[in-house]
T-cell receptor, first 114, second 111 residues
Framework: DTAVSQTPKYLVTQMGNDKSIKCEQN?????MYWYKQDSKKFLKIMFS???????INETVPNRFSPKSPDKAHLNLHINSLELGDSAVYFC?????????????FGEGSWLTVV | KNEVEQSPQNLTAQEGEFITINCSYS?????LHWLQQHPGGGIVSLFM???GKKKHGRLIATINIQEKHSSLHITASHPRDSAVYIC?????????????FGKGTHLIIQP
Protein backbone atom coordinates (compact mmCIF):
# COMPACT_ATOMS: atom_id res chain seq x y z
CA ASP A 1 0.00 0.00 0.00
CA THR A 2 1.27 3.46 -0.89
CA ALA A 3 2.06 5.44 2.26
CA VAL A 4 1.63 8.92 0.76
CA SER A 5 -0.42 9.14 -2.39
CA GLN A 6 -1.16 12.20 -4.43
CA THR A 7 -3.33 12.72 -7.48
CA PRO A 8 -3.17 13.53 -10.26
CA LYS A 9 0.36 12.55 -11.22
CA TYR A 10 0.26 14.66 -14.37
CA LEU A 11 -1.82 17.74 -14.99
CA VAL A 12 -1.76 19.98 -18.03
CA THR A 13 -4.02 23.00 -17.87
CA GLN A 14 -4.47 26.45 -19.32
CA MET A 15 -3.56 29.73 -17.71
CA GLY A 16 -6.31 31.18 -15.60
CA ASN A 17 -7.83 27.83 -14.64
CA ASP A 18 -8.36 26.62 -11.08
CA LYS A 19 -7.04 23.18 -10.19
CA SER A 20 -6.55 20.96 -7.15
CA ILE A 21 -4.00 18.34 -6.22
CA LYS A 22 -5.05 15.84 -3.59
CA CYS A 23 -2.86 14.10 -1.04
CA GLU A 24 -3.59 11.33 1.41
CA GLN A 25 -1.37 9.50 3.88
CA ASN A 26 -2.20 6.22 5.58
CA UNK A 27 0.64 6.31 8.08
CA UNK A 28 -1.27 7.90 10.94
CA UNK A 29 1.08 10.89 10.86
CA UNK A 30 0.16 14.19 12.45
CA UNK A 31 2.00 16.44 10.00
CA MET A 32 1.67 16.91 6.26
CA TYR A 33 3.55 19.14 3.87
CA TRP A 34 3.47 20.52 0.37
CA TYR A 35 6.75 21.15 -1.42
CA LYS A 36 7.39 22.71 -4.80
CA GLN A 37 10.25 21.63 -7.04
CA ASP A 38 11.07 24.21 -9.66
CA SER A 39 12.58 23.79 -13.10
CA LYS A 40 16.06 23.81 -11.59
CA LYS A 41 15.02 20.87 -9.41
CA PHE A 42 15.24 22.95 -6.24
CA LEU A 43 12.82 21.86 -3.52
CA LYS A 44 11.14 24.40 -1.28
CA ILE A 45 8.49 24.04 1.37
CA MET A 46 5.16 25.71 0.73
CA PHE A 47 2.90 24.66 3.58
CA SER A 48 2.88 22.47 6.64
CA UNK A 49 -0.15 21.30 8.59
CA UNK A 50 -0.06 19.65 11.98
CA UNK A 51 -3.27 17.98 13.11
CA UNK A 52 -5.25 19.98 10.55
CA UNK A 53 -3.74 23.25 11.75
CA UNK A 54 -1.55 25.41 9.51
CA UNK A 55 1.97 25.59 10.90
CA ILE A 56 4.07 26.89 8.03
CA ASN A 57 2.97 29.18 5.26
CA GLU A 58 6.00 30.24 3.30
CA THR A 59 5.93 33.15 0.90
CA VAL A 60 3.48 31.61 -1.49
CA PRO A 61 0.95 33.60 -3.55
CA ASN A 62 -2.47 33.53 -1.98
CA ARG A 63 -3.73 31.86 -5.15
CA PHE A 64 -2.44 28.72 -3.43
CA SER A 65 -4.73 27.49 -0.69
CA PRO A 66 -4.16 24.30 1.24
CA LYS A 67 -7.12 22.50 2.75
CA SER A 68 -6.94 19.77 5.36
CA PRO A 69 -10.34 18.11 5.95
CA ASP A 70 -8.70 15.67 8.37
CA LYS A 71 -5.16 14.89 9.39
CA ALA A 72 -4.82 12.18 6.74
CA HIS A 73 -5.52 14.58 3.89
CA LEU A 74 -3.92 17.80 2.70
CA ASN A 75 -5.14 19.10 -0.62
CA LEU A 76 -3.62 21.95 -2.58
CA HIS A 77 -5.94 24.22 -4.50
CA ILE A 78 -4.53 26.71 -6.99
CA ASN A 79 -6.58 29.56 -8.41
CA SER A 80 -5.92 31.52 -11.58
CA LEU A 81 -3.00 29.39 -12.67
CA GLU A 82 0.02 31.15 -14.15
CA LEU A 83 2.82 29.88 -16.37
CA GLY A 84 5.25 30.16 -13.47
CA ASP A 85 3.22 27.68 -11.46
CA SER A 86 4.50 24.91 -13.72
CA ALA A 87 6.51 22.66 -11.43
CA VAL A 88 6.45 19.35 -9.63
CA TYR A 89 4.51 19.45 -6.37
CA PHE A 90 5.36 16.93 -3.68
CA CYS A 91 3.19 16.04 -0.74
CA UNK A 92 4.88 14.54 2.32
CA UNK A 93 4.11 13.53 5.88
CA UNK A 94 5.92 12.91 9.14
CA UNK A 95 4.91 11.94 12.64
CA UNK A 96 5.70 15.37 14.14
CA UNK A 97 6.58 18.78 12.76
CA UNK A 98 9.25 19.94 15.15
CA UNK A 99 11.16 16.75 15.80
CA UNK A 100 13.50 14.80 13.63
CA UNK A 101 11.15 12.25 12.13
CA UNK A 102 11.56 10.50 8.83
CA UNK A 103 9.63 12.28 6.13
CA UNK A 104 7.70 10.25 3.61
CA PHE A 105 7.13 11.74 0.18
CA GLY A 106 4.43 11.18 -2.37
CA GLU A 107 5.46 10.49 -5.94
CA GLY A 108 4.93 14.03 -7.09
CA SER A 109 2.41 15.81 -9.29
CA TRP A 110 3.74 17.29 -12.52
CA LEU A 111 1.81 20.49 -13.24
CA THR A 112 2.20 22.14 -16.63
CA VAL A 113 0.44 25.42 -17.27
CA VAL A 114 0.12 26.36 -20.94
CA LYS B 1 18.84 32.79 7.02
CA ASN B 2 19.13 29.02 7.35
CA GLU B 3 21.07 27.54 4.46
CA VAL B 4 22.20 24.16 3.27
CA GLU B 5 25.18 23.77 0.99
CA GLN B 6 25.90 20.59 -0.88
CA SER B 7 28.92 19.46 -2.84
CA PRO B 8 29.67 18.41 -5.43
CA GLN B 9 26.78 19.52 -7.63
CA ASN B 10 27.59 16.88 -10.23
CA LEU B 11 29.56 13.68 -9.84
CA THR B 12 30.35 11.01 -12.41
CA ALA B 13 32.15 7.88 -11.27
CA GLN B 14 32.89 4.36 -12.39
CA GLU B 15 31.05 1.37 -11.04
CA GLY B 16 32.65 0.12 -7.85
CA GLU B 17 34.02 3.47 -6.71
CA PHE B 18 33.50 4.83 -3.21
CA ILE B 19 31.29 7.92 -3.37
CA THR B 20 31.12 10.81 -0.91
CA ILE B 21 28.62 13.64 -1.01
CA ASN B 22 28.98 16.49 1.46
CA CYS B 23 26.48 18.77 3.15
CA SER B 24 27.03 21.82 5.35
CA TYR B 25 24.34 23.66 7.28
CA SER B 26 23.71 26.53 9.67
CA UNK B 27 23.34 26.27 13.42
CA UNK B 28 20.67 24.61 15.48
CA UNK B 29 19.31 21.73 13.47
CA UNK B 30 17.07 19.12 15.04
CA UNK B 31 17.73 16.60 12.29
CA LEU B 32 19.36 16.18 8.92
CA HIS B 33 17.77 14.19 6.13
CA TRP B 34 19.31 12.55 3.10
CA LEU B 35 16.91 12.02 0.21
CA GLN B 36 17.25 10.27 -3.11
CA GLN B 37 15.40 11.41 -6.20
CA HIS B 38 15.31 8.91 -9.01
CA PRO B 39 15.34 9.89 -12.68
CA GLY B 40 11.59 9.27 -12.74
CA GLY B 41 11.20 11.97 -10.12
CA GLY B 42 10.08 10.09 -7.01
CA ILE B 43 11.74 11.06 -3.73
CA VAL B 44 12.80 8.49 -1.16
CA SER B 45 14.02 9.27 2.31
CA LEU B 46 17.35 7.49 2.87
CA PHE B 47 18.38 8.63 6.32
CA MET B 48 17.31 10.90 9.10
CA UNK B 49 20.02 11.56 11.68
CA UNK B 50 20.79 13.98 14.46
CA UNK B 51 24.11 12.53 15.62
CA GLY B 52 26.71 9.91 14.79
CA LYS B 53 26.38 7.53 11.92
CA LYS B 54 23.79 5.36 10.25
CA LYS B 55 24.24 2.53 7.77
CA HIS B 56 21.80 0.89 5.42
CA GLY B 57 23.21 -1.61 2.98
CA ARG B 58 25.91 0.12 0.95
CA LEU B 59 24.86 3.57 2.15
CA ILE B 60 26.39 5.29 5.14
CA ALA B 61 25.45 8.70 6.53
CA THR B 62 27.47 10.58 9.10
CA ILE B 63 26.98 13.87 10.87
CA ASN B 64 29.38 16.06 12.84
CA ILE B 65 27.35 18.44 14.96
CA GLN B 66 30.34 20.60 15.98
CA GLU B 67 31.42 21.12 12.38
CA LYS B 68 27.83 21.39 11.10
CA HIS B 69 28.61 18.90 8.40
CA SER B 70 27.15 15.66 7.12
CA SER B 71 28.34 13.19 4.53
CA LEU B 72 26.63 10.50 2.53
CA HIS B 73 28.85 7.64 1.40
CA ILE B 74 28.11 4.92 -1.11
CA THR B 75 30.37 1.89 -1.11
CA ALA B 76 30.82 -0.33 -4.17
CA SER B 77 28.74 2.03 -6.28
CA HIS B 78 26.48 0.64 -8.97
CA PRO B 79 24.75 2.21 -11.97
CA ARG B 80 21.42 1.87 -10.17
CA ASP B 81 22.74 4.35 -7.60
CA SER B 82 22.54 7.02 -10.30
CA ALA B 83 20.16 9.64 -8.95
CA VAL B 84 20.02 13.07 -7.38
CA TYR B 85 20.91 13.05 -3.69
CA ILE B 86 19.46 15.85 -1.62
CA CYS B 87 20.47 16.96 1.84
CA UNK B 88 17.78 18.66 3.91
CA UNK B 89 18.13 20.30 7.30
CA UNK B 90 15.34 20.43 9.83
CA UNK B 91 16.05 23.48 11.92
CA UNK B 92 15.19 23.67 15.60
CA UNK B 93 13.59 26.68 17.26
CA UNK B 94 10.02 25.58 16.71
CA UNK B 95 10.42 23.97 13.32
CA UNK B 96 9.04 27.11 11.74
CA UNK B 97 11.18 26.70 8.67
CA UNK B 98 10.28 23.10 7.99
CA UNK B 99 12.94 21.53 5.82
CA UNK B 100 15.61 23.56 4.08
CA PHE B 101 16.98 21.73 1.08
CA GLY B 102 20.37 21.69 -0.55
CA LYS B 103 20.43 22.00 -4.32
CA GLY B 104 21.17 18.33 -4.76
CA THR B 105 24.05 16.29 -6.11
CA HIS B 106 23.51 14.68 -9.48
CA LEU B 107 25.33 11.34 -9.35
CA ILE B 108 26.01 9.21 -12.41
CA ILE B 109 27.64 5.81 -12.01
CA GLN B 110 28.99 4.44 -15.27
CA PRO B 111 29.30 0.69 -15.85
Amino acid sequence: DTAVSQTPKYLVTQMGNDKSIKCEQNLGHDTMYWYKQDSKKFLKIMFSYNNKELIINETVPNRFSPKSPDKAHLNLHINSLELGDSAVYFCASSQDWDKGNTIYFGEGSWLTVV
Amino acid sequence: KNEVEQSPQNLTAQEGEFITINCSYSVGISALHWLQQHPGGGIVSLFMLSSGKKKHGRLIATINIQEKHSSLHITASHPRDSAVYICAAQYSGGGADGLTFGKGTHLIIQP
